[in-house]
């Protein structure tokens, strides 16, 4: 038997093909078992000739899942949040799910605007934002959506936190710079009120006050882009006495400093050291190859999503709570040195590509 021509099949002739019931069919196809065995072989044998593909909105209604997974960015330009995209996509697909992603763009109302059109689509959401804190979640996120915060400051019982360990890799990092000989070292910030750049400043603040205690603090304004970094860089040649090293909250920053110190023709590291953060692919290509704080930013996506996974899985909340994820200091030429200082933080290792 074949479904009229010209048109989908429907349940009903599934059911009719293999010569049982519509509610068998649903649950075999479903997953919900109440089948043997030889019947399930039986109905996805019929729905293969028939080619048959299940009505998404019935079976919403039926399992009460879409498959689908929100994940609410700042932004969606650049290698990071390619790389992290990439890392959640592939886990969701090897989970046999959907991703659909969304920018929350400059403010707290269009994060919550993106958060109000994804409820009702979604299984749960994966959420990465600035904008996002305990209050905006008691506000916006209904409790019955499952959701893992990334790189968020909150602490409020109830919310999965995935973190990276943005104050040991900047400390790390650092001293690594101060151990290899530069006795000054700048800061190009990230944003204001970015959970990440707050961390990575105070990780500098740190290493500075323990191994340079009578050196300067000399931290300029980035926003995490390519141009603040350029900026800053132009900034930084004015400087007198000028820093012997350079530590950018980003690699991105990074990039674009090194491009201003090389349009001035001060050259990296001879007469001044660089380093950034999170290696981005484009840090190994680059010259000189930039020294950089590694965060496998893939992994931290599909990690993301193996926690929300876990929650969608469990009848009973799982208990909430933040985890962290180590990073490792990666030495390349830009930053003048070949060896790496000894880190007192565990969870840091060191890298030679």
Not at 37 to 45: F, Q, Y
Not at 207 to 232: N, Q
Not at 314 to 336: Q, Y
């Amino acid at each position: 038997m074949t479904a009229t021509s010209g048109k989908a099949a429907t349940i009903k002739d599934v059911a009719r093909e293999a010569r049982v019931s519509v509610a068998s069919v649903s649950r075999s196809l479903n997953g919900n078992g109440g089948v043997t065995a030889e019947t399930a072989l039986r109905i996805r044998a019929a729905a293969d000739r028939l080619h048959y593909v299940p009505h998404a909105a019935a079976r919403m209604l039926i399992t009460r899942r879409s498959n689908t997974i929100g994940a609410l960015l700042p932004d969606l330009y650049g290698e990071f949040f390619s790389e992290l995209i990439r890392g959640i996509d592939l886990a969701a697909r090897a989970r046999g799910l959907h991703l659909l992603v969304s920018s929350s763009h400059d403010s707290a109302e269009d994060a919550a605007a993106a958060l109000r059109a994804m409820q009702g689509r979604v299984d749960g959401m994966l959420i990465l934002s600035a904008h996002v804190d305990a209050a905006f979640l008691q506000t916006n996120l209904p409790k019955s959506l499952p959701a893992v915060l990334l790189n968020s400051a909150v602490t409020s019982p109830g919310y999965a936190v995935l973190n990276v360990d943005n104050y040991a890799g900047a400390y790390a990092m650092v001293q690594h710079l101060l151990g290899a000989g530069h006795a000054s070292v700048a800061l190009i910030a990230g944003p204001i009120g970015n959970f990440d750049a707050q961390q990575r400043d105070k990780g500098y603040r740190a290493a500075m006050a323990k191994h340079a205690p009578h050196a300067p603090i000399t931290v300029l304004a980035g926003d995490f882009s390519e141009e603040s970094g350029y900026r800053a860089g132009r900034e930084l040649l004015a400087l007198r006495p000028r820093p012997r090293a350079v530590f950018a909250a980003n690699d991105m920053m990074a990039v674009g400093c090194l491009a201003a110190f090389k349009e001035a023709g001060v050259r990296v590291p001879q007469d001044i050291a660089l380093a950034g953060f999170d290696d981005i692919p484009i840090t190994r290509y680059v010259m000189p190859p930039l020294s950089t704080v590694r965060v496998s930013i893939a992994e931290l996506g599909r990690s993301a999503l193996e926690r929300l996974a876990a929650l969608l899985e469990k009848t009973e909340p799982l208990p909430a709570h933040a985890d962290t994820l180590g990073c490792e200091i990666v030495i390349r030429e830009s930053c003048g040195a070949s060896l790496i200082a000894t880190s007192n933080q565990n969870i840091l290792s060191t890298s030679h590509p």
